[in-house]
């Protein structure tokens, strides 16, 4: 996933397109004046919806005792693709602590987003519903 939030990776599958795109939003979003940005997240916003969809139509069904996550997954993959924009934003001038902040950010999510998929595959957790 964090593949696809860099560009590199160019599986045309539905969730690292979406991604891609979420990235590309989030980086133009960096560079936009403040009074623009609410076209670029309705579409945003669309991106995590359609996110959403796919995940209830392909997700296994979880266990009845699954605990709930707090999050859908498309708002997992949106704050990744924020955290990556901001990631490479941040080497452009920053201070040293900025820097080191925002790449820890982004490596604790992308720890927390294995470890989820890890649960919802073995029927542990199920996410919320996003639809």
């Known amino acids: 996933m964090l593949r696809a939030c860099r ?30 940005v609410c076209h670029i997240d309705e579409y945003r916003a669309r991106e995590v919806r359609d996110i959403d969809r796919w995940v209830t139509v392909h997700l296994p069904v979880a266990h ?24 490479y934003a941040s080497l452009a001038g920053e201070s040293d602590w900025e820097l080191w902040f925002a790449w820890e950010r982004l490596a604790e999510l992308a720890v927390g987003y294995e470890d989820l998929i ?10 919320p519903s996003g639809c």
């Open 7 to 36: 560009g590199e990776d160019t599986d045309d599958h539905p969730l690292l397109r979406a991604v891609r795109e979420l990235t590309a939003l989030h980086e133009h979003r960096l560079s936009t004046p403040h009074e623009s």
């Open 64 to 87: 009845g005792g699954a605990y709930v996550h707090t999050e859908t997954l498309g708002a997992i993959l949106d704050r990744l693709a924020r955290l990556t924009a901001n990631a």
């Open 118 to 127: 890890t649960e919802l595959n073995a029927g542990r957790r199920r996410l």
